[in-house]
């Protein structure tokens, strides 16, 4: 450790980060039983472009958050994070196989969470890993075992969803009230980032407000007023969206999500953790696993 040098990611340093990243995670994957992230494959092709985009977002908004671990002048580990309003979040920390369990990760998240010393909110979403969820909880972290839900929909289960269309850049002040209504922070600057990248549905009717990002792999972030409008969201979701279908990080407070997975006769297992500072479960809410 005492060769290891934390100092500020660099934009240069993203596409290495991205490959130290695939391969940290691909060995939490080998290790697991189950799985909610895509296969390997997936993420080594399309997913890599959009990681290092991502990345490369968080570090343009929020430089004094991101971090990498040198040993030798090589990258062997990073910490990714971001501040929105007074909500600080994870978005991706990993430590080369190989070097993981001699300190490397301590000192790298210490010096992203002082990126989040003014907030009152923290949140990301851990790994099965247990030398992560170790860090999270010595850190003061609540740890609220997620869910996923995975399977083939069964089409004669979906009921008719109306009250939902297509959302664009103009209902960005709706989903930051909504998002500063459940997980107390909007996502503000990150709208662009999510608009360019996914389908955005909008609800928002005299029965409540919602919004869905969905990406090609699925869910990306709902949030609602309430369960009937979070509801009616995913089951579009879902019936818009392929036969084989994965919907992950679902706490305890989002059965609402739960039942209309076990109505579309999906499989439900669990997998990791949303670990949280100063604040509950969101709900109705589907967090994303970097932008939470
Ligand atoms: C999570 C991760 C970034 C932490 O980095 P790291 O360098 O391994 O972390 P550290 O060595 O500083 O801390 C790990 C802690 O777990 C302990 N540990 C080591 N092996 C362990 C094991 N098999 N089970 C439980 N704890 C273990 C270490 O002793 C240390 O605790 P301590 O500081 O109290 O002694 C790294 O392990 C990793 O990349 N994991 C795979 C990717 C991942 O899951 N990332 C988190 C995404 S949310």
Redesign the pocket.
């Known amino acids: 450790m005492s060769d290891v040098r934390i100092r500020p990611m660099q934009l240069a340093d993203v596409p290495g980060a991205e490959q130290l990243s695939a391969e940290?995670?691909l060995?939490?994957d080998q290790r697991s039983v189950r799985r909610s992230w895509p296969e390997p494959e997936l993420r080594a092709t399309s997913r890599a472009a959009t990681w290092i985009e991502r990345t490369e977002h968080f570090l343009r908004t929020d430089p004094d958050g991101c971090w990498v671990a040198e040993s030798d002048g090589e990258m062997v580990?990073f910490a990714t994070s971001a501040v929105r309003e007074r909500l600080w979040v994870l978005a991706t920390?990993?430590?080369r196989p190989g070097r993981?369990?001699?300190?490397?990760?301590?000192p790298l998240l210490e010096a992203a969470l002082h990126h989040g010393r003014g907030c009152l909110r923290a949140m990301?979403?851990?790994?099965s890993?247990?030398?992560?969820v170790?860090?999270y909880r010595?850190a003061g972290f609540s740890l609220h075992p997620q869910m996923f839900l995975r399977g083939t929909v069964d089409r004669s289960a979906l009921p008719v969803v109306e009250k939902v269309r297509e959302g664009t850049a103009s209902d960005v002040d709706l989903m930051d009230s909504l998002d500063r209504r459940t997980r107390g922070a909007a996502h503000g600057v990150d709208h662009p980032f999510m608009l360019e990248h996914w389908r955005l549905l909008v609800s928002d009717s005299t029965t409540g407000s919602g919004y869905a990002y969905v990406g090609n792999g699925g869910l990306a972030l709902l949030a609602a007023d309430n369960r009937l409008t979070a509801s009616r969201l995913l089951w579009t979701v879902l019936a818009d969206g392929p036969d084989e279908v994965t919907v992950p990080h679902l706490t305890a407070a989002n059965e609402w999500a739960v039942d209309v997975g076990i109505a579309a006769r999906l499989e439900l297992h669990t997998e990791g953790y949303l670990a949280l500072r100063g604040m509950a479960p969101p709900t109705p809410y589907v967090h994303n696993g970097a932008l939470l």
């Open positions: 940290a995670f060995d939490v580990g920390y990993a430590v993981q369990g001699a300190g490397i990760g301590k990301l979403s851990s790994s890993d247990p030398k992560a170790r860090r010595l």
